[in-house]
């Protein structure tokens, strides 16, 4: 199954292994505030090399998605959605935005995107969102979109998104 949406200010997109994208995007995105909660493998993104590389393995783990300005067509931010293939009811998801596009509501309203697409999928029964303790305002996106804390496990926290 995949999914792709627009909102009022963002598209969402699909990436497939052999899309070419700009690894000067990739390095603007993954700055080091913007993966600071990320692991290991997320850090020090800083040439074509290794964004190239770092966009080969985030394939191999689930489906990627582009995030652009509708105005713009910019690539801003990736979306991460993982169990997708395996017919799991439970998708994990995970996101990342350019520092240059924090506090203008874009997660809150990509986060709400991806919950109105995903009510039209008839085997998506739950989301799941892991956020370091630290990202408040990544937690804060869950939460206004009606994400509720599920578990805490050393330094992140579980959150839930339940379709009825």
Request: charged share 20%; net charge negative; proline share 1%.
């Given at each position: 199954?995949?999914?792709?949406?627009?909102?009022?200010?963002?598209v969402?997109?699909?990436?497939?292994?052999?899309?070419?994208?700009?690894?000067?995007?990739?390095?603007?995105?993954?700055?080091?505030?913007?993966t600071?909660?990320?692991?290991?493998?997320?850090?020090?993104?800083?040439?074509?090399?290794?964004?190239?590389?770092?966009?080969?393995?985030r394939l191999?783990?689930?489906?990627?998605?582009?995030?652009?300005?509708?105005?713009?067509?910019?690539?801003?931010?990736?979306?991460?959605?993982?169990?997708?293939?395996?017919?799991?009811?439970?998708?994990?998801?995970?996101?990342?935005?350019?520092?240059?596009?924090?506090?203008?509501?874009?997660?809150?309203?990509?986060?709400?995107?991806?919950?109105?697409?995903?009510?039209?999928?008839?085997?998506?029964?739950?989301l799941?969102?892991?956020?370091?303790?630290?990202?408040?305002?990544?937690?804060?996106?869950?939460?206004?979109?009606?994400?509720?804390?599920?578990?805490?496990?050393?330094?992140?926290?579980?959150?839930?998104?339940?379709?009825?």
């Amino acid at each position: 199954m995949k999914i792709s949406f627009s909102s009022q200010r963002l598209v969402v997109s699909l990436i497939k292994g052999g899309a070419l994208i700009d690894p000067a995007a990739i390095t603007e995105i993954l700055s080091q505030k913007a993966t600071a909660h990320l692991p290991d493998s997320w850090q020090n993104i800083s040439d074509e090399q290794l964004a190239n590389a770092w966009l080969k393995e985030r394939l191999t783990e689930g489906q990627v998605y582009g995030i652009t300005l509708k105005d713009s067509q910019s690539l801003i931010g990736f979306l991460f959605l993982y169990g997708m293939s395996f017919d799991d009811k439970e998708i994990r998801i995970g996101y990342v935005l350019s520092e240059s596009h924090w506090g203008k509501g874009l997660a809150t309203e990509l986060i709400n995107g991806l919950i109105v697409e995903s009510k039209k999928q008839d085997n998506i029964a739950t989301l799941v969102g892991g956020v370091s303790r630290n990202n408040m305002a990544s937690a804060k996106a869950l939460t206004k979109n009606g994400f509720t804390l599920v578990s805490v496990e050393h330094e992140t926290e579980y959150y839930q998104y339940r379709f009825e």
